[in-house]
């Protein structure tokens, strides 16, 4: 049984010195480093790009995992690639061949994966769920941080592993929204693999990060 893996956004770690900021959490024990790709269009927020992923990457060698809230995705998959991200997540509502949109993140040497936004069901992945080694449930509507946990995404996080486990494969199940100390423990208990928290993780300084790692990560195993 593996401990739940911890992906800390850095949309909420000081934009003044991302690589220091990088290099803090891979040694407080992150697994994944998450990086929100928000376009202004498809969420009303603006983030980062390519450019910017690609000076981080030389701060850590743990896995880039991003995710794309941008439309359209498929003329950036080269780019992000090449920047150095590892696991590319994108919205079914982001483009009209879903499909086709994970291949092509496979075939520039990413794992794919899926996002579903509170609103969107557990079936849409049902005819990729193959195809995919990650699926990102947004337990809060994307383009900010600091919103609330929604709790009626725990059902979903539930009905999302019976669907994983079917299958056999190892694919992460991962929640992102409103995560802490007090609603981590529940997102692990409907079945989540990983969890991505912002604020929980930064805040406090670069001294605290070790323990605020350890408080998203109880005695709850998967």
Do not use: C, W
Not at 133 to 152: A, E, K, R, Y
Request: net charge negative; hydrophobic share 45%; proline share 9%.
């Amino acid at each position: 049984m593996s401990p739940v893996l911890i992906s800390p956004s850095i949309l909420s770690a000081d934009f003044a010195k991302l690589g220091e900021e990088i290099r803090a959490i891979d040694a407080a024990g992150a697994d994944m480093i998450h990086v929100d790709v928000m376009d202004g269009h498809f969420v009303p927020n603006l983030t980062f790009g390519p450019p910017v992923i690609e000076k981080l990457r030389p701060h850590t060698k743990k896995p880039f995992d991003v995710h794309l809230m941008i439309a359209p995705v498929d003329p950036f998959i080269a780019a992000f690639a090449k920047a150095g991200a590892d696991i590319l997540t994108v919205h079914p509502e982001a483009g009209p061949h879903l499909h086709r949109t994970l291949q092509a993140i496979r075939a520039a040497g990413m794992r794919p994966g899926v996002a579903l936004n509170p609103g969107t069901p557990a079936s849409v992945i049902e005819p990729v769920i193959d195809d995919i080694d990650l699926v990102l449930v947004m337990s809060v509507n994307p383009g900010f941080g600091g919103q609330s946990f929604i709790t009626s995404q725990l059902k979903k996080t539930e009905q999302l592993r019976r669907m994983i486990d079917q299958t056999g494969r190892d694919i992460i199940l991962e929640i992102d929204g409103g995560l802490n100390a007090e609603t981590a423990p529940k997102a692990i208990s409907a079945g989540v693999t990983a969890i991505v928290a912002g604020s929980a993780v930064f805040q406090g300084g670069p001294s605290a990060y070790a323990e605020n790692i350890r408080a998203l990560r109880p005695k709850v195993r998967v």
